[in-house]
């Protein structure tokens, strides 16, 4: 995909990205195990928390406060503040709350900056591995203290991958099942984070090879996708062209990773629904 360059004050905005994450990090770490109110929104699967809104609110207090004149587009809080800028901050309070609900430690508080709509920073906080990320494309990856690139991983059959199920998996067949199953038989393996921001910081470190996924939304995307590029790697749609975050699918892989997976994704057909099974919640 194109990436647009900074505005001048990059470093800042990127300080302001991580101080932002670093806010709704610290709350994620006080509500940790402690939670009161765990709901769905109408989806099964789909769960917001007290922890989700707070997290929020302690994001959104420091981007309004550092950035008042940038836009907000807020997983919990919708659009916020200027309409129709250049920049807009993306914000995901608590990426993988469903984990968080059950106690496994992938999650994270994600705050990213598109321009034009490309995400060119981002920050992840993520309490449970004491692990911040930073960065973006001409500034650079960090995990904490140390620099991030991507693996060097040349082969599929050499890889390890990560990928994920939307909310809908249930009902429709474009499901991502079949693609798991391809993957699963044709690499070391495929894991299931269950925290898209995560997934693609994972990338960024070199500890996965590529990232696939459906049905994602804006703030699941925009400071991981800053990152894998800021790594060295690449991001694209499910058809090689320019990643478009309305489009909800996203491949980011080492580069020479890029055209086999793609591949593997054009040959995937949905597996037929008798195939799985059937059940009732």
Known sequence: MAVSSLPPDDAALLAVASRAAAAGGAVLRQHWGQLRNIRSKGRPGDLVTEADLAAEAAVLAELRASTPTIG??????????????????????????????????????????????????????????????????????????DDLHVSDCRSLADSLLVTGFAYDRCEREDNNYAEFCHFTHCTRGVRRGGA???????????????????????????????????????????????????????????????????AGLAQCRPLPPATYLSVTP
């Open 72 to 145: 907000i587009l807020a997983e919990e809080g919708g659009r916020l503040g200027p309409a129709g800028g250049v920049l807009q901050w993306c914000v995901d309070p608590l990426d993988g709350t469903t984990n968080y609900a059950h106690g496994y430690p992938l999650f994270g508080c994600s705050v990213g900056l598109l321009r034009n709509g490309v995400p060119v920073l981002g920050a992840i906080d993520a309490p449970a591995l004491n692990e911040h990320y930073a960065g973006g494309p001409g500034l650079g990856a960090r995990c904490n203290d």
């Open 196 to 262: 898209a921001s995560l997934d693609l910081a994972f990338v960024a470190a070199g500890r996965l090879d590529g990232y696939w996924e459906r049905g994602l939304q804006p703030w699941d995307l925009a400071a991981g996708v800053a990152l894998v590029l800021a790594a060295g790697g690449e991001v694209c749609a499910y058809d090689g062209g320019p990643l478009d975050l309305s489009d909800g699918r996203v491949v980011a892989v080492t580069p020479a990773l890029r055209q086999p997976l793609l």
